[in-house]
């Protein structure tokens, strides 16, 4: 009898870590998909070679983003439109970078700490849009001009 029930628990236990991980991986897989075919574009429009790190900014309109260096050891932040895949390519000596955008943030909203950075475009600007976590718990979004530094936007107490 205690035989039976070990096995049916190690079963149990075998289909529920099977089960989460199908639902993990089915979750992922837009993400996974968006990234892959951005990657494609960015090789076919600036000629990356390498890449380093994948954005997905939802804004007025959904942004794919592709960080990397191209054939010329330039590193480049390639912005695809979701809807139509136009392209808008940023040198990143050119810009602000990831980096650059928290650090403008917390100097600016002194949050309790950054929970990530996107790029993407507003209004026709490339922006960093940087998400908070508050002392009080709430979160925010913080939009800064990737061309100049300069804050565009703030959604605070979410």
């Known amino acids: 009898m205690k035989r039976k029930i070990t096995v049916g628990?190690?079963?149990l236990l075998f289909l529920l870590i099977a089960s989460s991980y199908t639902i993990f991986y089915r979750a992922q897989q837009p993400m996974m998909q968006a990234q892959k075919e951005a990657v494609i574009i960015a090789k076919k429009e600036a000629n990356?070679?390498?890449v380093e790190d994948f954005y997905w900014y939802n804004g007025s309109e959904t942004y794919f983003t592709?960080?990397?260096?191209d054939n010329k050891n330039e590193e480049l932040y390639v912005i695809i439109k979701k809807s139509g895949g136009s392209t808008t390519i940023l040198n990143t000596a050119e810009v602000v970078t990831e980096s650059e955008a928290k650090s403008i943030t917390q100097a600016d909203k002194a949050p309790k700490y950054i929970?990530?950075?996107?790029l993407g475009i507003e209004n026709d600007e490339p922006v960093w849009e940087v998400t908070y976590k508050n002392e009080n718990g709430t979160i925010g979004y913080y939009l800064i001009s990737a061309l100049?530094?300069?804050?565009?936007?703030?959604i605070e107490n979410i």
């Open 9 to 11: 628990t190690i079963i």
């Open 48 to 50: 990356i070679q390498k």
């Open 66 to 69: 592709v960080a990397g260096t």
């Open 115 to 118: 929970l990530e950075a996107r």
């Open 148 to 154: 100049s530094g300069k804050w565009v936007r703030d």
